[in-house]
């Protein structure tokens, strides 16, 4: 819409408006998450700091997690009977002392003062 009084220039009225759609747009853009990974999640579902219900970046369940976690553990395990170290099965069995010697105690004195 052109301004009455000059017909090359825009009204105050359309310069307004178009600056308040660009501030708008501004502000959106600027909610808008970042990186690719971000956007992806956000199309599934994910709110800004929660993690996607679905996808790459979906939080596990508990029970893919024991799952996932034992797996490691046998494959830790593995690689560790190949490289031939030994696990402990039992501690060092602990000498006990002979029937006849003393055990070392301490003397406390019965009486207070």
């Known amino acids: 819409m052109v301004n009455v009084a000059n ?10 408006t178009r600056r308040a ?10 909610l808008k ?5 971000a ?3 956000t199309t599934r579902g994910a709110r800004p700091g929660l993690l996607p219900t679905s996808g790459p970046r979906a939080a596990l369940s508990k029970k893919k997690q024991r799952k996932l976690e ?6 830790l395990k593995r690689k ?17 002392p002979a029937k006849g010697a003393k ?4 003397e406390v004195d019965a009486e207070i003062s």
């Open 7 to 16: 017909p090359n220039a825009k009204s105050r009225k359309h310069i307004g």
């Open 21 to 30: 759609s660009s501030r708008k747009l501004a502000r959106k853009n600027a």
């Open 33 to 37: 998450p970042k990186s690719r990974e």
């Open 39 to 41: 956007r992806a999640d």
């Open 70 to 75: 034992k797996m490691a553990k046998h494959a």
């Open 80 to 96: 560790l009977e190949a490289a031939g170290e030994v696990v402990m099965q039992d501690a060092a069995a602990v000498k006990e």
């Open 103 to 106: 055990e070392d105690t301490m």
